[in-house]
């Protein structure tokens, strides 16, 4: 008989302890702690490094890398930015990714093509609009791509050969007719930061560059948006996971968190339209 009221003493002390358990993980959560936290630290000491396009510098830089290292704070994002075809370029001769987010298909199709994109993964995530700008300052009267026939200065756009906006600048240029017009006057960025500085700077009368980039700065401004049929192929952003990843873990947590609501609504915030 003693034993059984032991027996019977010992169960209800063990039903309570889940019970408080269960009640404080709940009010836990209740007043917004992480109960996640047990897995982040599984990640603590690893590293996310990333390749991506040099228009997503401001938004990666100044927002989305600081919130993903707070929310696991054991792991280091090491961003590395170029253009998107010297970017592929670099993953192809064995640079160090596990994240790649370019500014077109193309180099993310001709990597995945190599072998080389865990295409599990590869999303076609972000969408941009190509735009043309003068300096803050000009007293231009350019106000449409047409304008640019009868310009005296120079054009600045992104290498087409290797700069994603710039081959988007030449489509638009080449479908509004007046690409053998304005070839002469082209002057070539290695990426589309270097087109935005030459405008800003005032290097370049105009230039060619996607929305959020001229939304970064106030030294330029925007004439126009390109044409809606100068553009046959939409401004995609695709991201991807890179099948030579050194840390899976953290790059899973890396690319599930860029598609948090969170983290896309500091994209629109850049001037990016999430692709649906």
């Known amino acids: 008989m003693k034993y059984n009221k ?3 003493i010992g169960i209800i002390a063990l039903v309570a302890i889940i019970s408080v358990g269960s009640v404080s993980a709940g009010l836990f959560d209740f007043l917004g702690g992480d109960s996640s936290n047990a897995s982040n630290s599984n990640l603590t000491g690893k ?5 991506a396009a040099a ?6 830089d100044e927002k989305l890398i600081p919130m993903f290292e707070q929310k696991y704070p054991g792991v280091k994002v090491t961003p590395t930015y170029a253009s998107s075809g010297d970017l592929q370029t670099q993953i ?7 994240v790649f987010m370019s500014a077109a298909n193309k180099q993310m199709n001709a990597l995945a093509e190599k072998g080389l994109v865990d295409n599990s993964t590869n999303l076609q995530f972000l969408e941009n609009k190509v735009v043309l700008i003068v300096p803050a300052n ?3 009267n350019i106000s449409s791509f047409d304008d640019l026939k009868n310009l005296s200065g120079n054009i600045a756009i992104g290498d087409p050969e290797s700069v994603p906006a710039g081959q988007y600048a030449k489509e638009v240029l080449n479908n509004t007719g007046i690409w053998n017009d304005v070839e002469s006057k082209l002057s070539l960025g290695t990426d589309v930061t270097a087109v935005l500085n030459q405008v800003a700077q005032g290097s370049a009368e105009c230039g060619i560059v996607y929305a959020t980039d001229a939304k970064s700065t106030n030294d330029v401004k925007v004439v126009c948006e390109a044409p809606e049929n100068a553009l046959k192929t939409p401004v995609i952003y695709p991201v991807a996971a890179l ?3 050194t840390d899976d873990d953290a ?3 890396f690319m599930d968190f860029l598609q948090t609501k969170e983290a896309k609504d500091v994209f629109v915030e850049y001037g990016f339209t999430i692709h649906e």
């Open 55 to 60: 228009s997503l510098k401001n938004a990666f």
């Open 6 to 8: 032991l027996l019977l």
């Open 251 to 253: 790059t899973k947590a």
């Open 138 to 140: 000009s007293s231009s």
């Open 47 to 51: 590293d996310v490094n990333l390749a």
């Open 92 to 98: 192809e001769n064995g640079l160090e990714a596990d």
């Open 243 to 245: 099948k030579n990843s």
